[in-house]
Nanobody
Framework: QVQLVESGGGLVQAGGSLRLSCAASVTIFSINAVDWYRQVPEKQRELVAGITSADKINYADSVKGRFTISRDNHKNTVYLQMNSLKPEDTGIYYC???????????????WGQGTQVTVSS
């Protein structure tokens, strides 16, 4: 059973940095497009950053210049480096990815359980 596991969240002061990681819980064939979302209470889940299998990247305007998404294809892991964090970056961060579990299989979209990021002022 493939699961996405996020890690790296925590409590940080405004201006600080965190690096989130997203990896599959079992060996898989490939990860294609990966997106990071942010959820805060009473708001819609927001797309923060995304990277395709061709390394095409997009960011929400609110994080441009502060967040960097990257991937390590050898480790099938995607990272979200978050710098100059602000209190409004607080939320639960979810990783979502298109995964091909094994060679010859279809591609499926998976979601992680989320990791809490809290930025204090």
């Amino acid at each position: 059973q493939v699961q996405l596991v996020e890690s790296g969240g925590g409590l940080v002061q405004a201006g600080g940095s965190l690096r989130l990681s997203c990896a599959a819980s079992v060996t898989i064939f490939s990860i294609n497009a990966v997106d990071w979302y942010r959820q805060v209470p009473e708001k819609q889940r927001e797309l923060v950053a995304g990277i395709t299998s061709a390394d095409k990247i997009n960011y929400a305007d609110s994080v441009k210049g502060r967040f960097t998404i990257s991937r390590d294809n050898h480790k099938n892991t995607v990272y979200l480096q978050m710098n100059s964090l602000k209190p409004e970056d607080t939320g639960i961060y979810y990783c979502s990815a298109d995964i091909k579990p094994y060679s010859g299989s279809s591609v499926y979209r998976y979601w992680g359980q989320g990791t809490q990021v809290t930025v204090s002022s």
